[in-house]
């Protein structure tokens, strides 16, 4: 990375950073990732449970509503572990290219 995209990256994330831990966590990764992926995840076993093996819909149905929240809730407690363990990192990275720092 050269010197100008390090500015815009620290400037980036100083205004994330802004907002707060918990509010990047809930926002990225329980509803943005969490969300995204359950229902990416669904549908596509889903399509392919129906393309494959010819089930009809009625059958893919029925177990909707638990098959659906059973994935968010497994993969908004991913995303939140992600998006912590990442909150850390840039963290970490921004601690150490911090320009307030005496060098």
């Not at 010197?3 to 831990?21: C, H, V």
């Not at 669904?42 to 509503?65: A, P, V």
């Amino acid at each position: 990375m050269n010197e100008k995209e390090i500015i815009n990256q620290k400037e980036i994330w100083g205004k994330t950073r802004a907002k707060g831990k918990l509010r990047f966590i809930l926002i990225n990764g329980i509803l943005i990732w969490g969300l995204f992926t359950a229902i990416g995840s669904y549908i596509l076993e889903y399509s392919y449970t129906y393309f494959y093996n010819y089930t009809d819909f009625q059958n893919l149905s029925s177990n909707f509503i638990f098959h659906l929240s059973l994935r968010l809730v497994i993969f908004s407690l991913a995303g939140c572990l992600i998006y912590w363990l990442l909150w850390i990192r840039r963290e970490r990275w921004f601690s150490q290219n911090s320009p307030f720092e005496a060098k």
